[in-house]
RNA sequence: GCUCCCGUAGCCCAAUCGGCAGAGGCAGGCGGCUUAAACCCGCCAGAGUCUGGGUUCGAAUCCCAGCGGGAGCACCA
């Protein structure tokens, strides 16, 4: 008997000798595997296709903690997955190690930025080798060397060269605690993304990137994304970049020359306009209030800077009252030759459109808000109740503007109930337009426009430019060379890098200005071009642009040459899998997909988009809510893994969920996933039969189980289904247990097959487990290396599948059946069911449903 | 306010095409092992799928409405 044949099991229990130790697996194919360097890709002859899986590279904050260990763990198990698929596979791994924090870490106790942030790289990196991540640490990079922050300004001077990055001044947003410009998409909800504080806007000459000269296509292109990126992070792409079609529209102003430009979306409103309104802080509102009153000219001028003085949370408030001031300035409607009032008002944004809008208050809310607030008039123009077929009704007004509606229409007015009519409907007192539709209308009313040279359909997006200066020292120096003579003057190539003078001697403390303006001996220089006094720009970049390109450095990480090799993005690029934080959905890649597009108008790159495929994990929480030192919750990565060991903190995040859901560690049991990798591992150990011994004459029950996994598992795996693989697992394994228990035994050769299919599938969860199980099976690391075994065809057919029998939908009987069974066959046999005729009873069957050789549906009445 | 996602056992989660609601784990109960406990081994129990309609021979799955939770956007004309 099987127990017999292995006394240590007599008792049911493992001794110490067969207890499975993380800490000494681990210490003892560390360096093993460093030995084997198996992961390195792209090796000369390597005719495997290939595979670009990439983690979105940290910022080296010096440990690694919960979240690192999820996306990685997630990164790595398709790194491996693919790996045993027969491809060659690129898993590289850097450092976006420029950044605020080393350099505010600096200020605070006195260090030098670069010795903080690479002595944290170091720290760092020993934590990840014990996360045994299949990386190529060939290809090691750090943005803030100048081996890589030259390319970086390489690629600045590409876009500068094109007119895609450009000087200009206005208004941007400062954050006072950092003492730096932020742009857009590090604003959230008015605060600092980083340090939480409020935002403020200021007037300052800064450079920038076109990004929205690229706004079409970064929304197009989504469309080829879609299906391998979360929805989620395609629908909020769309909604930053918030294209928005409708017509530019033409007033004139009295007293003025010049025509002045609206944007609207609803052209098909143009009758209902009664006002105009112009952002109180742009150019033309300060033109039109100059020809006013003394009164309404101090009036304004109190007005403009106690907008100015408001931060954006004050201005994101939609909930406050509405303000402005009367121009005394009128412009005139091009379709009736109304004449409509000018107002200035905070409602209205400077950078959007033309910085001027028409007002149709009857139809739109803030609008009606604002006429209520001022008490102008409202004309109602659709009829939101009219069917969109049927009678068109007419409205028509007093000699106020009011609308006369007649008792019956069922129309509110807008100006009494305070509620906007957004809905659609008919147009209505708009003359040409009357009786339309609102596509129609609109259709019809851009016509009229375009014929008279009056206006034109127009786009207008969210998406500003990217700003990209900063005011701050640990980043890449922006290379230009300011001439008094010659303007901005890119720095010759072959003065590439511009080199970040040290930082020994310059005061980092944010004082608004770049502490790089200090550096006397760095900032004077020569023009290159006249080769007179200049000066260079002293702020550095955003570090966002040095992560929009990285992925390409990995290519060929360690060339001078060249920022990337073309002739290697052909071979790798993009990439096929990407991992990462939902915290980037906005700005990395959108940023990345901009760069990618620049590089290939460039020549430079024979792709659009960046990444194929996007995985985005959830976050680890603690009870319920964001782990943080303040709230007590935190779970330190490091007393973790020493407590379970690197296998069973990747199995434990693996099995959580789906990976794109949150993770609360209260949930999971770091302990369960141990007791998961024991059993498994002790299996490896009972194991008699040797590694040559026939598969055939073993267990069928556990042959099929194991070859249905080995079918299953990478459908579930392509399709990130990493907690349903690792659940298949435990129920191979749990099987194993079973037939070796109470089954044909330890000798059976279904139990050593099923015991190394587990290591080799368990080597994407629990590298360190399965290696060791595969040396005790009787083979040579690596089982990282080992093929994926193909699921034998003959194993998966059943003999006998179970068909079940309905009477009007309710189960009444199970039939085993041939999974050959043709249909007419399984309806007789259902006829033939006693369980099933009882049922029926009295009743006639009236039709049958057959789903051959699943099941039988009997209809009766 | 607008848009999107999600509600399955005490808890975390499974369930190819619409076809037997349960794969796995945690917690729980019982038994074995143990002087005892832990570990380990075995067994057991537990929901009819948030609510209400609809489509269908058949709905956790599709459609509509509501409730609950989460996320994103938000004075963008």
């Not at 198990?77 to 190690?97: E, M, N, T």
């Amino acid at each position: 008997m099987a127990e017999h044949d292995n006394p240590q099991h007599d008792s049911g229990r493992a001794p110490d000798a067969e207890a499975w130790d993380f800490a000494a697996i681990q210490e003892k194919w560390t360096p093993v595997w460093e030995e084997l360097d198996p992961f390195a890709a792209g090796r000369p002859g390597d005719t495997r296709p290939r595979k670009y899986v990439l983690d979105m590279f940290p910022y080296p904050s010096g440990d690694l903690h919960m979240g690192h260990a999820e996306a990685f763990g997630f990164g790595d198990i398709v790194a491996r997955y693919w790996r045993q698929q027969g491809f060659d596979v690129l898993h590289p791994i850097g450092w976006d190690s420029f950044g605020l924090p080393a350099e505010n870490a600096a200020i605070k106790r006195g260090v030098d930025p670069r010795e903080w942030t690479y002595a944290n790289i170091a720290q760092q990196k020993a934590s990840f080798k014990t996360y045994a991540p299949s990386f190529d640490w060939s290809r090691e990079l750090h943005t803030s060397d100048p081996e890589y922050y030259k390319w970086n300004q390489w690629l600045f001077l590409e876009l500068f060269k094109r007119g895609i990055a450009y000087r200009k001044e206005g208004l941007v947003n400062w954050c006072p605690n950092d003492q730096t410009v932020l742009a857009n998409e590090q604003v959230v909800d008015g605060h600092c993304e980083r340090c939480g504080f409020v935002v403020e806007k200021k007037s300052l000459t800064q450079w920038y990137f076109r990004v929205t000269d690229y706004a079409d296509r970064l929304l197009d292109d989504l469309n080829q994304l879609e299906g391998n990126w979360p929805s989620k992070v395609v629908a909020m792409q769309r909604n930053w970049i918030g294209r928005s079609a409708g017509a530019d529209v033409e007033f004139e102003i009295e007293g003025r020359d010049a025509r002045v430009s609206v944007f609207t979306t609803r052209p098909d409103t143009l009758y209902g306009a009664t006002f105009m309104v112009v952002a109180p802080d742009s150019d033309l509102a300060a033109e039109l209030v100059s020809g006013a009153s003394a009164e309404v000219r101090m009036r304004f001028q109190d007005y403009l800077e106690k907008t100015q003085a408001e931060t954006e949370i004050d201005r994101l408030n939609s909930e406050r009252p509405k303000t402005g001031v009367f121009l005394e300035r009128y412009a005139v409607n091009p379709v009736n030759g109304e004449r409509l009032p000018i107002w200035a008002a905070d409602y209205v944004l400077a950078d959007y459109g033309h910085g001027a809008i028409m007002a149709v208050p009857a139809h739109d809310q803030r609008d009606l808000d604002f006429a209520r607030a001022f008490d102008l008039p409202v004309r109602v123009v659709v009829d939101t109740n009219a069917p969109v077929t049927g009678v068109i009704p007419v409205i028509h007004f007093d000699e106020d503007g009011e609308p006369i509606l007649p008792e019956d229409a069922g129309l509110t007015n807008p100006k009494e109930t305070g509620v906007a009519l957004t809905g659609v409907g008919r147009v209505i007192n708009s003359g040409p337009l009357d009786g339309l539709s609102k596509p129609n209308a609109i259709r019809r009313a851009v016509e009229h426009l375009e014929a008279r040279g009056l206006g034109r359909a127009a786009k207008n997006y969210r998406l500003r430019d990217w700003l990209i200066s900063r005011q701050r020292y640990w980043g890449t120096p922006i290379p230009i060379v300011h001439c008094p003579d010659c303007g901005e003057v890119a720095v010759p190539s072959e003065q590439l890098p511009v080199r970040l003078p040290d930082a020994a001697g310059l005061d980092l403390k944010p004082k608004g200005t770049s502490p790089l303006g200090a550096a006397e001996d760095w900032i004077n220089v020569a023009c290159p071009q006249c080769g007179g006094p200049a000066k260079r720009d002293s702020d550095t970049m955003d570090t966002f642009v040095d992560s929009s390109w990285y992925y390409l450095r990995f290519l060929n990480a360690n060339d001078d040459d060249r920022a990337f090799d073309p002739a290697a993005a052909e071979k790798w690029a993009p990439v096929d899998q990407y991992v990462g934080g939902v915290e980037h959905a906005i700005l990395h890649l959108l940023y990345s997909r901009f760069i990618t597009k620049v590089l290939f108008d460039a020549g430079y790159l024979g792709f659009t988009e960046p990444f194929t495929s996007l995985l985005n994990q959830g976050m680890v929480l603690m009870d319920g809510s964001k782990m943080s030192k303040s709230k007590g919750n935190l779970v330190e990565f490091a007393s973790e893994l020493s407590a379970h060991g690197t296998d069973a903190l990747r199995v434990t995040l693996a099995f959580a969920g789906p990976p794109e859901d949150d993770i609360d560690w209260a949930d999971v049991s770091p302990t369960g996933s141990a007791k998961f990798l024991a059993r498994a591992w002790r299996i490896s150990g009972e194991v008699t039969s040797s590694p040559d011994v026939e598969w055939k004459g073993g267990d069928a029950a556990l042959r099929r189980a194991t070859h249905r996994l080995l079918a299953d598992a990478p459908g579930l795996l392509e399709q990130f289904k990493f907690n349903v693989v690792v659940a298949r697992l435990m129920e191979l394994v749990n099987l194993t247990r079973k037939t070796i228990d109470s089954g044909p035994g330890a000798g059976d050769p279904a139990v050593r097959e099923a015991s190394e299919v587990t290591a080799m599938i368990l080597n994407l969860f629990a590298p360190y487990t399965a290696e060791d199980m595969w040396s005790r099976l009787g083979y040579e690391p690596t089982v990282a290396l080992v093929q994926w075994r193909k699921a034998d065809p003959a194993l998966l057919v059943e003999e006998q599948v179970t068909a079940i029998v309905q009477v009007n939908g309710k189960v009444r009987d199970r039939l085993e059946v041939s999974p050959k069974v043709s249909a007419d066959e399984l309806e007789r046999l259902a006829r033939g069911s006693e369980a099933a005729l009882r049922s029926v009873g009295d009743g006639e069957i009236i039709k049958v449903v057959v789903r051959a050789p699943k099941l039988v549906n009997l209809i009766v009445r």
